[in-house]
């Protein structure tokens, strides 16, 4: 069960002018499965793109990058699930490129056109003739209605599609955001995440959208996780395909700002969706880490607690076991951390002052909040002005069974 | 269940020439538990620590740090469970030196002659007046046969004992060398693990027993992980009581390596059980990684395999879904990792070869080497010639239920 989250309404996902998506059942894995999902970008459409830091990066994520370098401009994203297409070493690269070339030819584009994407086991080899074979029924489906399809397209151990949309009044016209995002475990997005899609019609200049992409992944998909397991296959992919609006040549002006607000509202929305939908999950957490001397030892120190097993089970327990917040903060990496300037908030309770438990703090007050299924906790470092955030959940017994019996 | 780890024969425990040790009931935080142990070693003794790098620290460890560095001799360890004392601020420090005290009373030497270790919740009051009332009944129980019962007094969620001796020949002489520890979580120890205490009635020069402390922390208590939760803690003692043998002057020496080789085995047997005795251990796991530039690349990525929720979880249910081993290596961190130089061994099976699955791979020869309680996770990076190996162990349901349930 997701942590307040439920499946979008379709008919609150605005159409984006410009994309249309198909999906279809290609038997990548399994049969009877919306498994492949093609989206179709209209010529002058401007795409950026963050990819896995993960060193063994899937086929896809390298063809992916490719692909952007080459600059012929993007015409079709191509998302399969059920297998990654990581870990296949070379034989894997030529049936990414072999997939960027059939859909390729029926779109009579180029195949550096083409942004290929997979998810699902690691290690397997791609069947890529079963994805060639599946393309015709993905173009004959294409509707830019599909948003609510496409999400159910992309998902793997999902228990919900995630999709989001809002409408920015830009220069007198309606200019549209939405975007899609499937996680649920492997998470610990380092750029992005496991699959992220958001498009807008909004008329931004393309030589933005490569910075745009990292700007709103930093800001949402960057700040997750749900294991700490970063992905073979992150990818985070902006769209905008010009159609509506004022022309945004800076993020800085005021329609820019106003669309990247409102981008960056969609962006945090899917990414915290994977969280209420992570594996097992049953509590949304945010860790948020103030006075830090810089925004890195605030997140990185947020990390630490949002990873640690022991915290994480105390959540799952509602467990007041505070102390192993502590001991998170004090392994996270800050070599001259002092303790005795440490403080924890458990949404409004007051827990430790100065590094010690705090003197009025009772153990029912620290139940009472642990039992919630959305919870704040803020961490005082107490040694300069910076902070960060970054979002979790807890661990559970359901995220052992889910991941002991991933592949049966 | 422990893995391949049965409680130790008392039998078995050979004395230390010059350490006693008495044990007993104090109702630190539940009665009729053998939760008080003292060691009380001769004059002459010579001690070594390493103490936990976590920076919230608990009191004793920093007691354990000053009374160290004053210099006057250690005469007596003492050592609670059921209350670990950190995260207590100015308050615990009071409590643990409040202990010494009581102690140095009773044996007639200066309080900073003895260490106090303490292990169990963080962030709650220490009960050293129960504590200080216990300590006329350890010090009554003292014999220098209690190893047995020494590695019972000390156990919180562990579920045997852990105890290793050993004797060596130098110059003629028996020397012992006999050891305890206490796991069973927040176990990632960074210097030395959670609780671990080793004698030998050598003659080491009292110089050396620190260094001595490191390097046997280096190669045993430092190469293991449960949860990757370093804990506020840890603490590794090494004493030497002078009793036997020939003068140790340097551990370079023809004696000094034999005792070391003997110390070091000991160490790495009280290491390893903490792990085979992990919380919900059902598996433990060799991760070896070879082929880095520096030992530290290879540690950072054994420990990033080790750490990985979905790789334990697949040890868990034997399911080889090792494409989760190559993600972990990819994020390991080593930022200029060539995943075509990649090998991946799993006992004699080769997985993985050159980034992608070993044309001979088949599934059914992974399976059957999942299946066994001890495994071999043998990792090439093919960058260099040198190797590092971490010691863990799967991650089950019982490690979530014993971890929401540990307070209750």
């Known amino acids: 069960m997701p942590v307040n989250l439920t499946a979008p309404d379709p008919a609150q996902l605005h159409p984006v002018p410009g994309v249309r998506i198909g999906v279809t059942e290609a038997g ?46 993007v015409r079709a994203l191509v998302i399969n699930t059920g297998n990654a297409n ?26 550096e056109q083409i942004l290929p994407f997979s998810t699902g086991v690691i290690m397997e080899t791609l069947p890529n003739d079963r994805i060639a074979a599946g393309l015709p ?44 995002s499937k996680g649920a475990g492997m998470i610990r997005p380092n750029m992005a995440t496991m699959l992220g899609f958001l498009a807008t019609d909004a008329r931004i200049a393309p030589a933005l959208l490569q910075p745009l992409a990292r700007t709103l992944a930093e800001g949402s998909f960057n700040r997750v996780t749900i294991d700490g397991d970063t992905s073979t296959n992150d990818s985070f992919v902006v769209i905008a395909t010009g159609k509506t609006g004022p022309a945004i040549d800076s993020l800085d002006s005021a329609d820019g700002q106003a669309l990247l607000a409102a981008m960056q ?20 957490i945010t860790v948020q880490v103030e006075g830090g001397r810089d925004a890195t030892e605030c997140r990185q120190t947020a990390y630490a607690v949002a990873h640690s097993p022991l915290v ?20 996270a990496g800050i070599a001259d951390l002092d303790q005795t300037r440490i403080e924890l908030h458990l ?17 029912e007050d620290g139940q009472r909040v642990m039992k919630k299924s959305e919870i704040v906790v803020r961490i005082g470092l107490g040694r300069g002005e910076a902070s960060d955030t970054v979002w979790t959940c807890d661990l559970s017994h359901d995220y052992v069974s889910i991941n002991a019996d991933y592949r049966s």
Chains 1, 2 share one sequence.
């Not at 509202?265 to 949304?284: H, P, S, Y």
């Not at 949404?347 to 153990?363: I, K, L, Q, S, W």
């Open 28 to 73: 990548v894995r399994k049969a009877k499965r919306k498994d492949l999902t093609v989206f179709l970008l209209d010529e002058g459409s401007a795409v950026g793109g963050v990819f896995t830091q993960n060193r063994f990066c899937a086929a896809p994520v390298q063809v992916c990058r490719e692909h952007l370098a080459a600059g012929f401009g």
């Open 86 to 111: 990581a870990g296949t070493g070379e034989d894997g690269l030529v049936r990414a490129r072999s997939t960027c070339i059939a859909l390729a030819r029926l779109l009579e584009v180029a195949p």
């Open 137 to 180: 029924a993905a173009l004959d489906d294409a509707s830019d209605a599909h948003w609510g399809r496409a999400a159910e397209g992309i998902m793997t151990t999902d228990t919900v599609p995630k999709a989001f949309s809002r409408q920015v009044t830009l220069g007198g016209a309606t200019v549209t955001i939405t975007g899609i």
């Open 265 to 284: 509202t969609v962006a945090r929305d899917l990414a915290q969706a994977i969280v209420r939908d992570g594996e097992g999950a049953t509590k949304f």
């Open 312 to 331: 994480k089970t105390a959540f799952f327990a509602s467990d007041p076991n505070l102390g192993r917040i502590l001991a998170a903060v004090g392994y």
């Open 347 to 363: 949404d409004d309770v007051h827990v430790v002052t100065r590094g010690g438990r705090h003197p009025d703090y009772r153990e």
